[in-house]
């Protein structure tokens, strides 16, 4: 399976030939005789081409063998117009490598954060199933009745082009010039994720939606009938998560507290003498038991998510509040998703990432922030207390670090000692900090980084990176912490 974009004209009118038999076989019955006419209208060469050639369209196709067996077509604005896939190549996965692609490249090319779509009244609780929201309830245009949906994309949304190939995370670069709105580097390889910078343009199109089959792959379920299961019954999928949604937490049993999940959101267009902003921060709770170490912990994850909307919005410095007031293309953002890595009797790991922009369209950024807490005190746990930052560790760890990521440029560029102060606690030239968080198999311990580049041989980065520890490999690095009574115990 070899997925392409579509751009001469050759192509664009085999894909909408596809678009036109798969419709008028499977699909026109269900539409009225306007609705069948306004696809027509729609789908007319001389009509689409002139929006593929203004790349106001990006057209992707599914080549299996030697014939195109499907066609997903996006606006520039993140809005999802067209998904066929032709019935006798249905469940192959299709339909997903396409809705893969088209989110690729709305996050990584046009530094989008919202997806939109007019899904058809049998595929709402299918498009639930992917994570997209109902804007409003049904409605009908041009004979097509529909519920129009959005879906906030976060780096677990969004998977390698390189379809079908595994990854347990994804890793890319970021060279930011005063030209260059984004360019993206780097390799699919461990726990890392880069900043995929976005932009909500809450833009929601009312042009239709005409899709056939978005599942074929049989892991979203037939959106226009059936279930969402394989020809066995089961579940598939040939895709694994990425970045912070790769990481494999542990729960303890009979935990004594429950965590819940609250959220904070917050936008404007900018159209009421406020700056263009869009927030959306998720952060677990703990519940079910109470206390005043309880409400501080609460607290202090609560502060870690909303770090970002603290610092640009809801309590900005002077010199924020300055820097805003110079911008000439002023936007604030702020997308939060986080992982509960551990949770343990005594002991909670959280693992928070964020993408953001810090003023501008320029200022892109992606951070992972962590907390590991001991839930009896509210203490909390760093780096240099559970590890010796000996040469012997810093050595190790960096062997790690770079075969998570041997294409960062930061790793080679930045000194072994410096990476020891950050681990050690400082927020070195503001630009790098550290973080760590236990899962399942032991810990991670990595760092935040702004790393700028020299313009020359070495390009602009921004991410956070992990080095994976089982607890045997992190045993002879130990301090006496209290920490590892905590988590030993429990791996």
């Known amino acids: 399976m070899i997925i392409k974009r579509l751009n001469t004209s050759r192509e664009v009118v085999a894909g909408l030939h596809l678009v036109w038999d798969v419709f008028i076989r499977e699909n026109a019955g269900s539409c009225t005789q306007q609705g069948i ?65 088209m989110c690729r490249f709305c996050t990584m090319q046009l530094a989008l954060m919202r997806i939109t779509v007019n899904a058809s ?15 409003a309830p049904v409605q009908e245009k041009d004979g097509i009745r529909f519920v129009p949906m959005e879906l906030m994309v976060s780096p677990a949304n969004v998977r390698p082009s390189h379809y079908g190939k595994k990854h347990t995370g994804l890793f890319i670069g970021i060279a930011v010039t005063a030209v260059i709105f984004l360019i993206f580097l780097g390799l699919l390889f461990g726990k890392i994720i880069i900043n995929f910078s976005n932009a909500d343009r809450n833009r929601q199109d009312s042009s239709q939606i005409f ?34 949604e790769a990481i494999e937490g542990y729960e303890a049993e009979n935990l004594p507290y429950t965590i819940t999940e609250e959220n904070y959101t917050y936008f404007s267009n900018g159209n009421k003498g406020e700056y263009p902003m869009q927030f959306d921060v998720k952060y677990p709770q703990i519940t079910g038991v109470e206390g005043e170490n309880i409400d501080k912990i609460n607290e202090m994850l609560k502060d870690c998510a909303m770090s970002t909307v603290n610092t640009l919005y809801l309590d900005p410095s002077d010199s924020m509040k300055e820097k805003m007031l110079e911008e000439s293309d002023p936007f604030m953002a702020s997308l939060v998703t986080y992982r509960v890595s551990y949770a343990g009797e005594d002991f909670i790991s959280v693992a928070f990432n964020d993408i953001y922009y810090a003023g501008n369209t320029s200022s892109q950024y992606c951070d992972l922030r962590t907390r590991n807490i001991r839930i009896s005190d509210a203490k909390q746990f760093e780096v240099s207390d559970i590890v010796d930052l000996s040469d012997a560790f810093m050595q190790d760890w960096m062997k790690k670090m770079k075969g998570e990521a041997p294409s960062a440029e930061v790793l080679s560029n930045v000194k072994l000692n410096d990476f020891r102060q950050i681990l050690n606690g400082e927020i070195l030239e503001n630009r790098y900090f550290d973080a ?25 980065e921004s991410g ?16 006496d912490s209290e920490f590892w009574n905590l988590v030993q115990s429990n791996n």
């Open 37 to 101: 006419e306004e696809f027509a209208r729609f789908i007319k060469m001389e009509n689409f081409m002139p929006l593929v050639e203004r790349g106001e369209m990006i057209v992707f196709g599914v080549v299996e063998g030697q014939e195109l067996g499907g066609i997903g077509a996006v606006q520039s604005d993140g809005h999802i117009s067209l998904l066929f896939v032709r019935p006798d190549l249905r469940r192959r996965g299709i339909a997903k490598a396409l809705v893969n692609e």
């Open 121 to 135: 009244v049998v595929s709402t609780e299918a498009y639930h199933h992917m994570g997209f929201r109902d804007l």
């Open 464 to 479: 956070w990176i992990t080095a994976p520890f089982n607890m045997k490999e992190i045993i002879e690095y130990k301090t």
């Open 211 to 244: 899709e056939y089959d978005p599942n074929g792959d049989g892991s979203f379920g037939d959106l226009f009938g059936g279930d969402e299961s394989g020809e066995n019954g089961e579940s598939e999928s040939s895709e694994e998560a990425q970045g912070i």
């Open 436 to 460: 760590f968080f236990v899962d399942k198999d032991g810990i991670e311990i990595g760092i935040t980084y702004h790393y700028p580049g020299d313009g020359k041989e070495s390009s602009a």
